[in-house]
């Protein structure tokens, strides 16, 4: 558990871009991207390994932070059920799609928006460097042509989309 930790902060603390940022989304409307996201597809990350059925839901807090909850089942869907509460907030306000987020205080990783549809059901997070990334869904399947235009469109932008892995969902 300790070394589930240890590498969740040094992912966290990330490393250097190599090349110009990708571009974020023009505005997030915080309230609706609050909810439950069913992570699609990600870029490995060693504290997800083996993480089947992973979601992440997002709560605005009266602070004006947001409640991070990631929760995954370990091995197969019917696995153990693992999960982390963290806290982001908004860096870019009034754009809202730039994000740190923090598990253990004082590490903190980037969490920006790159993709999101104007009906808050399909998103791409991830951080500056390309070294994280993720597709989420509002429901725990996406349509495959959809996924291919998506990933297309990030391999564009020089997203390394040969190493997403597919997360298994219900």
Known sequence: MRMMWIVLMAALVGGCATGPAPATVAKVDLSKYAGTWYEIARLPQG????CAGVTATYTPLPDGKIEVLNRCHEG???????EIKGTARVTDAPANAKLKV??????EGDYWIF???DTYTTAVVGSPDRKTLWILHRSS????EAYARLVDSLRAEGFPVK?????VQQ
């Open 115 to 117: 993709r999101l549809d």
């Open 102 to 107: 923090t598990f253990f205080w004082p590490f």
């Open 76 to 82: 197969t869907l019917s696995g153990k059920l693992r």
């Open 141 to 144: 399947s996406m349509d495959e």
């Open 163 to 167: 190493q997403l892995e597919k997360t």
């Open 47 to 50: 504290f997800e390994a083996g």
